[in-house]
């Protein structure tokens, strides 16, 4: 049960604080003294300093920015969008102005992440460096509710248990250079269980991610996927905007206790005939019913919907098609140069680009004969596993 305690001895230790041989866990910070704190038992509390001094350098739970409460009356949602929007622009670069309202929305949804069904991930991605990719993570974390961050740099990280964390702290995972760990057993359950509440014990979990890699295709289609670029924002920092983000924060935490909560989708008729279902709806579900709150125009952010699931299905085929090839391919060789001209796509570099990428995240390992006239090829033996495994989930 939550508590509001007067800590003016600063007795805590960024996590939670001891109150009569009692351990408690912050919730927020109420003002300079005061504390929203919730008990749990000593049993919890030794398992969670073992797992933190284990991972001490993994989840940096006292690092998570807690906003000040004020007591703000009302909140005019609109204008806290366009606060939220303003400042994101002044940091990140997106190709497209419907991005920014995406994640804006997706932002104010994290604070009211208990009622939502399901909720996508948005992946920053490009696969060149310098594109903005950790900046937009780290925006997220200043401004999403209760947010973690990590950025996945060492292989001890592809079996930690992401979704674990997200359940026990209500937490808002993000996680960066996820190319160190998205073949992970963990980090595939994470995504798998995450996106969607399959009962009323079941939280969704709000994360983002960034990497210079691609999602596999299960992974992909639970993905609010945005390109970045190279591109020169106006402040190359957050420090001309902290002041503007404190205050967001503040106005973000009184939204999650003192406004009501968005209509779900399938309360709302406007939704009906929108065009999306299945997936599709689900990952853009929160983003929807938050902007249908605010009184946003909706058409734009359901275009994009659509678009995404246009080119993850036309992803889906060129895929399959691949795996196709390979399997019926009679040798233990396949070169890429044989695979473009069954695909019939053109032999130039963008469309040698192309399957390359596709294979890569697929996880076909190619290699180059050499000599003259050396080219790049499959070798089906050393594949065998990989492909066995494809042929089933793409059923071929």
Partial sequence: MAILVNDKTKNHDGIGMSIDDEYYIILER??????????????????????LGEYDDVLPLNEWMLADWVNYGTLDLLDLFNQIKTNLKSVIVFDSDVEYDIITCWIIASYKKEIFPSSGFPFFKSRKRECGKTVAIQSLLRLAYRAIYNQCSQTKYHNFDWFYYAKKYNATVLLDNIEHICNGK??????????????????????????????????????????????????????????DLNE??????????????????????????????????????????????????????????????????????????IVKIIHDYNGDRISLNQIILELDFGDDLKTKQLIGRTLASLGIKTKRNGGAGSQTFIDKKENQKVLKRLERELRI
């Fill in 30 to 51: 109420i003002d300079k003294h005061r504390y929203l704190v919730y008990n749990t038992t000593t049993k919890e509390v030794n398992q969670k300093i073992n797992e």
């Fill in 186 to 243: 963990k980090f595939q359950q994470f995504i798998d269980q995450g996106y969607v509440k399959v009962d009323a014990n079941h939280k969704t979990v709000f994360a983002a991610m960034a990497g210079t890699g691609e999602l596999i295709d299960s992974n992909q289609q639970r993905a609010i996927s945005i390109p970045m670029f190279h591109a020169k924002p106006a402040y190359p920092h957050f420090e001309p905007i902290t002041k």
């Fill in 248 to 321: 967001i924060r503040s106005k973000l935490l009184f939204y999650r206790y003192c406004i009501p909560n968005p209509d779900l989708l399938d309360t709302t008729g406007w939704f009906d005939d929108c065009g999306l279902e299945g997936r599709n709806r689900q990952i853009f579900e929160s983003v929807l019913a938050v902007a249908n709150q605010i009184g946003l125009e909706k058409t734009e952010i359901i275009n994009y919907a659509l678009k995404l699931k246009e080119e993850i299905e036309e992803e889906e085929d060129l895929e399959r098609d």
